[in-house]
Nanobody
Framework: QVQLVESGGGLVQPGGSLRLSCAVS????????VGWFRQAPGKEREGVSL????????YYANSVKGRFTISRDNAKSTVYLQMNSLKPEDTAVYYC????????????????????WGQGTQVTVSS
């Protein structure tokens, strides 16, 4: 069974930085695409960034483009989300999820095709 564990969240001041990690076990990372999602209180879950772990192709939501960077280390079976210039509106629980490469269509990927989800890590941006 594939398992995902997020880490790296915490409290940071506006303008600060955090790096989130998504450790994947139980499967070969290159067989999956990985997405970062977030959900703030009272809001629906939204996509933040995606990566094809085999090709390295990346995708970013407009709200984070230029501030966040997604990357992967296949040898460590880990996907990272480097978050810079953080804003209060970035406050949310951040989740990572995997989808089989054959079912990955970038932002058009079907929601239910993300078969495995992590437990989430809290990011709070406040002064």
């Amino acid at each position: 069974q594939v398992q995902l564990v997020e880490s790296g969240g915490g409290l940071v001041q506006p303008g600060g930085s955090l790096r989130l990690s998504c450790a994947v076990s139980g499967g070969t990372l290159e067989y999956y695409a990985v997405g970062w999602f977030r959900q703030a209180p009272g809001k629906e879950r939204e996509g933040v960034s995606l990566i094809n772990t085999s090709s390295g192709s990346t995708y970013y939501a407009n709200s984070v483009k230029g501030r966040f960077t997604i990357s992967r280390d296949n040898a460590k079976s880990t996907v990272y989300l480097q978050m810079n210039s953080l804003k209060p509106e970035d406050t949310a629980v951040y989740y990572c999820a995997t989808v089989l490469s054959a079912r990955f269509r970038g932002w058009s990927t079907r929601w239910n095709d993300y078969g495995y989800w992590g437990q989430g890590t809290q990011v709070t941006v406040s002064s």
